[in-house]
């Protein structure tokens, strides 16, 4: 299978465009325009062939939407040991938002101790994408039956002058609020979080549909 031609098969010009706008960060030129379930679908046919093993080792890739298959695929792995070497080869040349929220792994929900061990590390990274992958992670899988108020403190605790990285801690706490109210609110509360990524956090909470309208009304005495 020829990867290439087959992502140039499903391009669309007018999607690029579109695309280009929401990522302004990378050179427009390399986005071939290829939405996302398309994507997922291409995946699913070789990613039991050589072809996969073939496209994963073929690093650094030319195109975003070959980047945007890459962390689709590493999604898919089973064996966490081979996601984890797939993924720490990857996540260096990852160069955007859409490419690093794309990944999310199914194994990792199976293996919580040595994800935590993982996130700590990712977090500490200065590759912005790096440490707003581990963000991510820690969102994901560490606010629901699994949640310690250490959690909070980590997030809580990286600072950034990233645009990317301070968007993703203030997901982070808005997601907090929204799942563990008691436990985060505190930090909102005394201001642990720098002020824009605060502001931020406050407002993503009030656009939120799981938060009550009592408690939007609340965070918005604390602006």
Not at 108 to 123: A, P, S
């Amino acid at each position: 299978m020829d990867i290439y031609k087959e992502l140039e098969a499903l391009k669309e010009d007018e999607y690029a465009r579109f695309q280009a706008k929401l990522i302004p960060t990378i050179d427009s030129s390399i986005i071939m325009g290829i939405r996302v379930p398309k994507l997922r679908k291409l995946a699913k046919s070789f990613i039991k062939d050589q072809a996969c093993t073939d496209f994963l080792d073929g690093l650094p890739h030319r195109y975003y939407d070959e980047n945007m298959l890459h962390g689709i695929l590493i999604s898919e792995i089973r064996d966490y040991d081979t996601c984890i070497d797939r993924l720490e080869s990857f996540l260096p040349y990852v160069d955007n938002w859409a490419v690093c929220d794309i990944i999310s792994p199914k194994v990792f929900k199976k293996h919580k101790v040595e994800l935590l061990g993982k996130i700590r590390l990712w977090i500490k990274s200065d590759h912005t994408y790096v440490c707003r992958f581990g963000l991510g992670m820690l969102m994901s899988h560490f606010l629901d039956e699994d949640f310690k108020t250490d959690y909070l403190d980590m997030a809580a605790s990286v600072r950034s002058e990233e645009y990317y990285v301070n968007m993703m801690i203030a997901w982070f706490f808005a997601t907090a609020l929204a799942k563990q109210w008691d436990a985060s609110l505190p930090y909102i509360e005394s201001r642990s979080l720098d002020d824009w990524t605060y502001k931020k956090a406050i407002q993503k909470a009030r656009e939120s549909l799981r938060i009550t309208k009592d408690k939007k009304e609340y965070l918005k005495g604390l602006k």
